[in-house]
């Protein structure tokens, strides 16, 4: 051939190759545009009009509640229910890589299952074919209600048409009844009702996530199409409640509250220093493993929303006031009969009929003597009074944030009238609440600081940041000198009074105050004979750790505070027990009763 010619071939030959290359170099870069670049929209674009696309909830499983210590309260496992529809159950056509139609048979597709959730195939099939054989129109046969997530995923993954499934997220209280009353319950659906099961939800639910996939024809999921959202789990909730604490005092008050034959009964324990609540335990209670088996009004918590008089213990908070304003010292001295008409047309009477006394204020809260102290508090404005109370915490929710908590109820003087100038200087004419009283001992007891009571330490969120709640800033009520030398009253009406053999600690220097409380007949006067007892203890008194609190509603067998002092003695006598709190070392001399 011509070289002319050989020169036109090779031209021809590189051209239709440069043509080639760049056709093949055009399908790449569609192909990458379609499978890289676009492949999401173009697999949404497919779902739009095909309608294989599909779509499953991944669920997130709700955090756990646990203790001070990180005890398990209460937690959450997800798992599935699973059923046939057995008539849609048969064999399968599918392709393989090579685009080869072959068929999974039935038996098949039963030994995939049998072989992820632990049956035989045959044991599978079998749960299908019953099913037929009660009813030929059966459109379900349970396959199991536990399955794992990872169980799920595995059967999903085969893409078998006839299966279908259900959540089912269970919620467990391996304490039962301890704390129920703090922890709540969540109903069937996994709702919370009750409890820091309502009032944190915002730290314990879960986020759901989701599996979206594409579907060939043959209901396989088709390679490459699936994307996942995670879920994300609850948090888990710290509480300041010790487990073992709360579980000690749960069997004592239940029975305390029963050989008293009171209609309830509470206790508290509050650390000093900090404000941790350690224990609120109460009875009747609730398990949340069964809240339905009490009854409606025990499934709640008795301890934030009932409100009373706090009667007698609010006598030592007189008594700080009227030492922090310098009006009087603990041998300061005023006479008083066991029952006196004031000039103001205002009746006081003592518990227990006497003649004139010379009351100190040390014997004051001794005898608990209503006349004395209203001569006390006299010494001081009402408006003084009534800014001390407040600050104390009367009229306030506590910042532990429980739900339904109350604020108790407090007038201002120029409401208080003739009767409620005297009576509320002996606890009477304001309502707090049991953590309310807590808190103002927890306040007399640290040096005269209020520290803010709480029950949540933390929330840890999934990804492990720690959040901690907000509380109020500690604020000094009284003076040290005041709160201190409170106490000490207190240790004398602990060594002097008639519960002192009752309430006394082995080894430990303790204070202690009782509240024999009248109820309202909601008529603007009080129930004859019925009365809400209570009583507060200090230990160790020369310095102070926690303070115990315990109530009886309505106590039958003895009817005045002194039915909670045995209540009272186990309580502190198994806190220093539990928190190996050292005896005490130091003794004080008791402070006189009565002047001379």
């Not at 749960?127 to 349970?142: F, K």
Request: with cysteine; proline share 5%; glycine share 10%.
């Amino acid at each position: 051939m011509h070289a002319k010619a050989r020169r036109s071939a090779r031209r021809r030959t590189a051209v239709a190759g440069a043509l080639v290359a760049v056709v093949v170099a055009g399908f790449a870069v569609r192909l990458v545009d379609i499978q890289v670049v676009n492949a999401q929209e173009h697999l949404d674009n497919r779902a739009a009009y095909s309608g294989i696309a599909s779509t499953q909830t991944l669920y997130g499983t709700r955090g756990s509640i646990v203790d001070a210590n990180g005890a398990v309260l209460a937690s959450s496992t997800m798992q599935y229910a699973a059923q046939f529809n057995p008539q849609n159950v048969k064999d399968l056509t599918r392709e393989d890589e090579d685009g080869e139609e072959h068929v999974v048979t039935w038996e098949e597709s039963a030994a995939a299952i049998g072989e992820i959730v632990g049956m035989s195939g045959e044991d599978i099939e079998k749960i299908v074919s019953d099913a037929l054989a009660t009813d030929p129109d059966s459109e379900y046969a349970p396959l199991g209600r536990n399955l794992s997530t990872e169980q799920y995923r595995k059967i999903l993954a085969l893409g078998l048409p006839y299966i279908h499934f259900e959540p089912v997220q269970s919620r467990a209280y391996p304490y039962g009844a301890v704390a129920g009353n703090l922890l709540g319950f969540v109903g069937t659906n996994g709702t919370p009702l009750a409890g820091y099961e309502s009032a944190q939800n915002a730290c314990l639910e879960a986020e759901n996530g989701s599996l979206s996939y594409q579907q060939g024809s043959d209901g396989l999921i088709i390679p490459g199409t699936e994307t996942t959202k995670a879920p994300v789990d609850g948090g888990t909730l710290q509480l300041t409640i010790d487990a073992d604490l709360q579980w000690y005092m749960q069997q004592m008050i239940a029975e305390e509250t029963q050989n008293q034959g009171a209609q309830s009964g509470a206790v508290m324990v509050v650390e000093v220093a900090t404000g941790a609540v350690r224990a609120a335990a109460e009875y009747p209670t609730v398990d949340p493993n069964d809240f339905g088996a009490s009854k409606e009004d025990d499934r709640y918590s008795r301890i934030f929303s009932r409100t009373f008089e706090p009667g007698s213990t609010f006598k030592a908070i007189t008594a700080a006031t009227l030492l922090d304003q310098g009006a009087v010292t603990p041998s300061s001295s005023v006479t008083a009969s066991g029952f006196e008409t004031f000039p103001n047309g205002a009746r006081v009477g003592d518990s227990f009929s006497h003649g004139t006394f010379n009351y100190t204020l040390t014997g004051a809260l001794i005898d608990s003597s209503n006349v004395a102290l209203s001569k006390f508090g006299e010494l001081v404005p009402d408006e003084t009074r009534y800014e001390y109370l407040q600050k104390f915490g009367v009229g306030t929710p506590t910042d532990i944030g429980f739900p339904g908590e109350e604020s108790g109820l407090i007038y201002p003087p120029d409401q208080w009238g003739p009767q409620g100038h005297y009576a509320t200087t002996f606890g009477q004419a304001f309502t707090t609440t049991m953590p309310q009283v807590v808190n103002a001992y927890q306040t007399i007891a640290n040096g005269g600081v209020r520290e803010p009571l709480h029950i949540v330490e933390s929330c840890t969120t999934a990804d492990g940041e720690v959040e901690k709640p907000e509380l109020s800033d500690p604020e000094r009520v009284v003076s040290e000198d005041a709160a201190d030398t409170t106490i000490r009253l207190l240790e004398n009406v602990a060594t002097q009074g008639t519960l002192a053999d009752q309430v006394a600690v082995d080894g430990y220097r303790i204070g202690i105050k009782t509240g024999t409380a009248q109820k309202s007949d909601g008529k603007g006067g009080y129930k004859a004979g019925v009365y809400f007892t209570s009583i507060v203890g200090v230990v160790p008194a020369d310095d102070p750790e926690y303070i115990v609190m315990v109530t009886l509603d309505e106590p039958t067998r003895v009817t005045s505070s002194a039915a909670t002092a045995p209540a009272l003695q186990k309580a502190m006598t198994q806190v220093v027990k539990n928190y190996r709190v050292m005896p005490s070392e130091t003794t004080e001399e008791p402070l006189p009763k009565f002047a001379e």
